[in-house]
């Protein structure tokens, strides 16, 4: 048998054994005989193959920005976890090197973040040669079946030449459980005011604070968040930065993600805005914010080691849910990330808001197009004029396939019940609203890829970021009578479906 015929055969039994074991019912999802590939976005990050979660160890070097993520290699839901590994110029172009990290005798290596210690304080760095190092969570499955509360413990790897190779430290935990079943996805940065290393902590529905000098040994310095915010699930993968206001005045972001609890059920990621003194987080009111009124964009902290000539705080995102993550009907991969972003701070009727912008490396794919047909490599629809009136924009296909996005002076709102397939899980069909805080709605930009919508009012005020599976892409929009001026531009941009 010719590979080819033997690789789609292949597909094919993967596919249909995937359904089988899954109870997916939808009919629509079992003629995929191409394992999902149609889903596979054309300018959002997948991994090769498998399984993928949250964003890990996002830190750039020499040119290189790095993104790490939660990877089980050998099946297409969650398991034993890795850090896969992939590098890009530019945060468009991503190429994949080997896994980062394995599983070992201290158990999966769960979420966490990476650095440079450029100043050598951790002794891994040699010959002048600054040490990449990777602060994450161990996690002992079996200590975890046998009923134990000790089984997540952060650990520490390092990499002399640009990632490629790592090295587990042998003083590994560098952290111990102190008696608390959720303990994990360490985010470390440098707090150059008093030198020291500072660790933001996930534990159990709540934040604490770690300081270190050589990120080997680690002190407790303060605990943020019990009355704070949204506490219907637990708390995961924090990330605490400065991020100067619009008028260069300091303020201190705290994301942290929440499962379930999220604005549209399910897990999403709140923020706080605040101040730190170097051991406390200070809160500025008692708001609940959302980085993403949408249903899909999870587990997303920031780029550490971003040139100050750069200066820019860069985001990505985990774009799923954990209520249907395993379920989406791709089954030669799971799960993408969004687009990468830039988080500025924007006052918002008086309120300091995190904005949230398509980073310009991207939109320079983009290219104006005359016409009224969406692209099937993905396309932006930019409407301006909106002042506030109420708008409906739909996207629509020749299988009568619709998604449905409504603006109105307070409410933003996403109809995907009739998107394509749907009915791998109950919860994807709801319809999601959310009441906006915006002044006045006056643009929205639509970022349409093969699976997801991911939807900026003004500029980036309020964020949606939802999947959705056509069955055949989107080739049509239609966008409510108005005054709206309305720009249709077309990914033209490199494939990383044929990566
Ligand atoms: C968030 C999360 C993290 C954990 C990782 C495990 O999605 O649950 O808290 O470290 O995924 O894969």
């Not at 760095?125 to 990449?132: T, Y």
């Not at 709102?413 to 915006?438: A, C, Q, T």
Request: proline share 6%; with cysteine; glycine share 8%.
């Amino acid at each position: 048998m010719k590979p080819i015929y033997y690789l789609i055969l292949l597909s094919i039994l993967f596919a249909c054994n995937q359904e089988a074991e899954e109870g997916n019912t939808d009919s629509s999802a079992a003629v995929d005989v191409g394992g999902g590939e149609r889903f596979r976005p054309a300018f959002h990050f997948t991994p090769p193959s498998a399984w993928m979660n949250d964003p890990n160890g996002m830190v750039y070097y020499e040119g290189e920005y790095h993104l790490f993520y939660q990877h089980y290699p050998d099946d297409n839901v969650w398991g034993p976890m890795h850090w896969g590994h992939a590098v890009s110029v530019d945060l468009v172009n991503w190429e994949h090197l080997p896994i980062a990290l394995y599983p070992d005798s201290l158990g999966y290596v769960f979420s966490g973040s990476a650095v440079i210690d450029w100043d050598n304080t951790s002794g891994f760095g040699k010959d002048g040669i600054p040490p990449m190092v990777a602060i994450f969570t161990h996690h002992d499955p079996e200590m975890e079946t046998a009923g134990f509360d000790l089984f997540q413990y952060q650990s520490v790897a390092y990499s002399l030449d640009k990632g490629r190779n790592w090295a587990l430290y042998e003083g590994n935990p560098v952290l111990d459980n102190p008696g608390i079943r959720d303990f994990r996805d360490p985010k470390v940065f440098w707090y150059s005011q008093e030198s020291k290393w500072v660790m933001t902590l996930a534990v159990k529905d709540r934040v604490h604070f770690y300081t270190s000098a050589d990120l080997k040994s680690w002190e407790f310095l303060s605990e943020f968040g019990a009355d704070d915010g949204a506490h219907d699930g637990v708390w995961e993968c924090p990330d605490l930065f400065m991020l100067p206001d619009e008028d260069g005045d300091e303020k201190w972001v705290l994301l942290v993600s929440v499962n379930p609890g999220g604005p549209q059920g399910g897990s999403a990621t709140q923020y706080f805005i605040g101040q730190f003194d170097g051991s406390e987080f200070i809160k500025e009111d008692d708001y609940t914010r959302w980085l993403d009124v949408g249903a899909d964009n999870y587990a997303g902290v920031t780029w550490s080691d971003i040139p100050a000539e750069d200066g820019r705080r860069l985001f990505i995102g985990w774009m799923s849910n954990w209520q249907y993550a395993r379920d989406v009907p791709t089954y030669n991969w799971r799960s993408a990330m969004t687009i990468p972003q830039e988080l500025r701070i924007t006052y918002v009727k008086g309120s300091p808001e995190v904005r949230s912008v398509p980073v310009n490396e991207l939109d320079t794919l983009f290219v104006p197009k005359n016409g009224s047909k969406l692209a099937s490599s993905g396309s932006k629809l930019s409407i301006e004029g909106i002042n506030g009136s109420f708008i409906t924009v739909q996207f629509s296909n020749g299988g009568g396939e619709e998604v449905t996005l409504m603006v109105s002076e307070t409410h933003i709102s996403l109809d995907r019940s009739k998107s394509g397939i749907v009915n791998f899980h109950p919860d994807f069909k709801k319809i999601h609203r959310f009441k906006h805080y915006m002044e006045v709605v006056k643009t929205l930009d639509v970022y349409i890829d093969r699976s997801s919508l991911e939807i900026f009012a003004n500029g980036g005020e309020l964020l949606m970021t939802e999947l959705v599976f056509p069955s055949e892409p989107y080739s049509d929009y239609t966008v409510s009578t108005g005054d709206f001026k309305i720009t249709l531009s077309h990914y033209t941009g490199p494939d990383l479906a044929e990566l």
